[in-house]
């Protein structure tokens, strides 16, 4: 296993961190992030990364039409297991990469390179809704990003330092929310899916960003990278 062997996750199962074939900066923040992951995956072209990095993932999992035969052939000789899937499909390789993580216990996931091309950046965070109506926690991850959905009735804390930006996009209709600790607080406030009302605002106080979602489902955006959300036990009578 790459990963540094950290403790389960308070979710209930080890932290999973999936590479997937899109934009990467920093290589030493996403050196540091596989290290502490106790399964590492990559999706297909993931996988160059990782190399480069000289770091070898648990498993890759894809058509493998993004991954030469040169760079399949060294991770065979390192012991990574190789699940290939059919070019012609219905789910990308990044879904798969997510189904063998669930598969493989995860109880955490973590999802990098996800950003970059727009269709499979939108397409993550639809990956990231599926996770959140199951029950699992999951981000995307970046050196200047973190982003999950959430899905109604939840309630999440930051753990961000006073001035870090955050948005809040409606994904599937209007959504009401009540924030609190931010530069334009909310009480069950309405945000339209067809404005831009929900972006752009800013933590107050480190420790005092609170997210409730009352109704609908939202993607979480931000602006720093590592920022975790705490779950909380969302209010009665949130719906």
Sequence with gaps: MTGSGSAA????GPLAAVFLDGD??????????????D?????????????????????????FDSLGAAD?????????????????KDVTDGE????????????????????????HTLGHLAILRRLAARGVAARIVAP?????????????????????????????????VTLSGFEYPLDRGVLPADVCLGIGNHVTGPGEARIVLH??????????????FRQLEAPRGTQ
Excluded at 100 to 110: Q, Y
């Design 9 to 12: 996750r308070d979710s209930g």
């Design 24 to 37: 990467y900066g920093d290589p030493g923040w996403h050196n540091a992030l596989a290290k502490r992951a």
């Design 39 to 63: 399964v590492v995956l990559a999706a297909d072209g993931g996988a160059r990364f990782l190399i480069g990095l000289s770091l070898m993932p648990d498993a890759v999992v894809g058509d």
């Design 72 to 88: 399949q052939a060294r991770l065979r000789a390192a012991g990574v297991e190789l699940l290939r899937h059919p070019v012609r």
């Design 96 to 119: 798969l990469a997510v189904d063998e993580a669930l598969r493989r216990g995860a109880g955490e996931i973590l999802l990098a390179g996800a950003t970059g091309a727009l269709d």
């Design 144 to 176: 200047r990003l973190t982003a999950t959905v959430l899905v109604s009735p939840a309630a999440v804390a930051l753990d961000a330092v006073a001035g870090t930006r955050v948005s809040l996009v409606p994904m599937a209709g209007d959504v009401t």
């Design 215 to 228: 109704e609908g489902v939202a993607a979480v955006l931000v602006e720093c990278g590592g920022v975790v």
